[in-house]
């Protein structure tokens, strides 16, 4: 929720603090760029204060640094806060995810699922309260986000437990500082994360760019677009991207395997940027394209996670870490580049950028297809089984 409530307020940020878009848009690169560079540690600490308090200690962070945005009075004063909260996002994300799998006991499969499904309903209801605290004053969703966080970081206190130590009591296994880094020279894990840098810096353009577009053409048509209208097509895309998550992902990667829905979403997603830039001066292109690619990102999401967790056999924090470190690299670079582009080259272009972008992440899928050949075998041997014991019950009852 807290990356979807600040979405709404870019274009108003730069209105009453006199800074351009591509300023305001680097409060996404800070961020992420932090995020990105953190990404790489958070094994390594986690394995050393646990979980928990590594969890604690990034929401922490985000409550601390998201009020201070809210207070500041200046786009710089704004963008360096950002990059204190990406660290405390570093510190919670990628460890929620490696323990939410570990601790699930419908194993990874429906965990994954889980954690795609509370990104996307976060994604979907941010922008909605973003959009509502923004109408008031662009410092509204920033004090939100830290509101939300100080919840979050009561119920882990209250009711997130500690995870049960080995039998014989021997204690976690402490991570290396370098462990993320070396577990890059695994080619199916370097070969995720690369399709994963180019297929964020795409994710990134529509997500971080979208809001000046959707507000110039708006503003050309007379038409009233403000923080609550950004928030709510953003909460569509939101609730689009949740729902294919947690309903569509599961089953299209049953039905399919993993590889052929990666490369049918990342298709689609070059498409729906190509449709954005040819739509760049019409706000109902816009805003329809935006929330169908919303659909597409929540299949993507979850298949290319699910693909990081069976592409190796190294500690799902270590994965986690150095996956997630490469992929956030691509969100920052995307905002710090899109208002450049566009104000040298034309609105569209940021769009047909990111549509190249993505075109060479399909191009990585492929060429990296032997070392990822054996993803998705579980799943494809559960398939089998299960079908072999309808038959048998079949036969039994016939």
């Given at each position: 929720?807290?990356?979807?409530?600040?979405?709404?307020?870019?274009?108003?940020?730069?209105?009453?603090?006199?800074?351009?878009?591509?300023?305001?848009?680097?409060?996404?690169?800070?961020?992420l760029?932090?995020?990105?560079?953190?990404m790489?540690?958070?094994?390594?600490?986690?394995?050393?204060?646990?979980?928990?308090?590594?969890?604690?200690?990034?929401?922490?962070?985000?409550?601390?640094?998201?009020?201070?945005?809210?207070?500041?009075?200046?786009?710089?004063?704004?963008?360096?806060?950002?990059?204190?909260?990406g660290?405390?996002?570093?510190?919670?994300?990628?460890?929620?995810?490696?323990?939410?799998?570990?601790?699930?006991?419908?194993?990874?499969?429906?965990?994954?699922?889980?954690?795609?499904?509370?990104?996307?309903?976060?994604?979907?209801?941010?922008?909605?309260?973003?959009?509502?605290?923004?109408?008031?004053?662009?410092?509204?969703?920033?004090?939100?986000?830290?509101?939300?966080?100080?919840?979050?970081?009561?119920?882990?206190?209250?009711?997130l437990?500690?995870?049960?130590?080995?039998?014989?009591?021997?204690?976690?296994?402490?991570?290396?500082?370098?462990?993320?880094?070396?577990?890059?020279?695994t080619?199916a894990?370097?070969?995720?994360?690369?399709?994963?840098?180019?297929?964020?810096?795409?994710?990134?353009?529509?997500?971080?760019?979208?809001?000046?577009?959707?507000?110039?053409?708006?503003?050309?048509?007379?038409?009233?677009?403000?923080?609550?209208?950004?928030?709510?097509?953003?909460?569509?895309?939101?609730?689009?991207?949740a729902?294919?998550s947690?309903?569509?992902?599961?089953?299209l990667?049953?039905?399919?395997?993993?590889?052929?829905?990666?490369?049918?979403?990342?298709?689609?997603?070059?498409?729906?940027?190509?449709?954005?830039?040819?739509?760049?001066?019409?706000?109902?292109?816009?805003?329809?394209?935006?929330?169908?690619?919303?659909?597409?990102?929540?299949?993507?999401?979850?298949?290319?996670?699910?693909?990081?967790?069976?592409?190796?056999?190294?500690?799902?924090?270590?994965?986690?870490?150095?996956?997630?470190?490469?992929?956030f690299?691509?969100?920052?670079?995307?905002?710090?580049?899109?208002?450049?582009?566009?104000?040298?080259?034309?609105?569209?272009?940021p769009?047909?950028?990111?549509?190249?972008?993505?075109?060479?992440?399909?191009?990585?899928?492929?060429?990296?297809?032997?070392?990822?050949?054996?993803?998705?075998?579980?799943?494809?041997?559960?398939?089998?089984?299960?079908?072999?014991?309808?038959?048998?019950?079949?036969?039994?009852d016939?």
């Amino acid at each position: 929720m807290g990356i979807g409530l600040v979405d709404p307020i870019l274009p108003k940020i730069s209105e009453e603090l006199g800074a351009t878009p591509s300023q305001t848009m680097l409060l996404f690169t800070s961020y992420l760029f932090i995020t990105g560079i953190a990404m790489f540690f958070t094994s390594w600490v986690s394995s050393r204060i646990g979980v928990k308090r590594t969890l604690l200690a990034g929401l922490v962070l985000v409550i601390v640094f998201a009020a201070l945005a809210g207070a500041a009075g200046s786009v710089d004063a704004i963008i360096g806060f950002r990059a204190g909260w990406g660290l405390g996002n570093a510190l919670f994300i990628s460890t929620a995810l490696a323990a939410i799998v570990g601790a699930a006991s419908g194993g990874s499969r429906q965990a994954i699922v889980l954690y795609e499904a509370a990104l996307g309903v976060g994604l979907a209801a941010g922008p909605l309260i973003g959009g509502a605290l923004g109408g008031i004053s662009w410092r509204g969703p920033f004090f939100g986000t830290a509101v939300l966080m100080a919840i979050a970081l009561i119920a882990i206190l209250a009711l997130l437990r500690a995870p049960k130590q080995a039998a014989g009591g021997a204690s976690p296994q402490r991570v290396s500082i370098l462990a993320a880094f070396r577990a890059l020279r695994t080619p199916a894990l370097a070969s995720l994360a690369v399709v994963a840098l180019l297929y964020n810096f795409g994710f990134f353009i529509l997500l971080a760019y979208s809001p000046y577009p959707m507000n110039a053409a708006a503003q050309a048509a007379g038409v009233p677009f403000e923080a609550h209208e950004l928030g709510l097509v953003f909460f569509g895309w939101g609730v689009a991207l949740a729902i294919t998550s947690v309903l569509v992902a599961p089953y299209l990667t049953r039905r399919f395997g993993l590889r052929p829905v990666l490369f049918t979403m990342l298709s689609g997603l070059t498409v729906c940027l190509g449709l954005l830039a040819v739509f760049i001066d019409s706000l109902p292109g816009l805003v329809a394209v935006v929330i169908v690619s919303g659909l597409l990102l929540g299949v993507m999401n979850t298949a290319l996670t699910e693909a990081v967790m069976e592409a190796t056999d190294l500690p799902r924090n270590v994965a986690s870490s150095a996956y997630s470190g490469v992929r956030f690299m691509g969100g920052a670079i995307a905002p710090a580049v899109a208002g450049p582009i566009s104000e040298s080259l034309g609105a569209a272009w940021p769009y047909w950028i990111g549509a190249a972008s993505v075109v060479l992440s399909i191009v990585a899928l492929v060429i990296s297809g032997r070392f990822l050949a054996h993803i998705g075998r579980e799943t494809e041997a559960f398939e089998a089984a299960s079908e072999a014991e309808a038959a048998a019950i079949s036969a039994g009852d016939a």
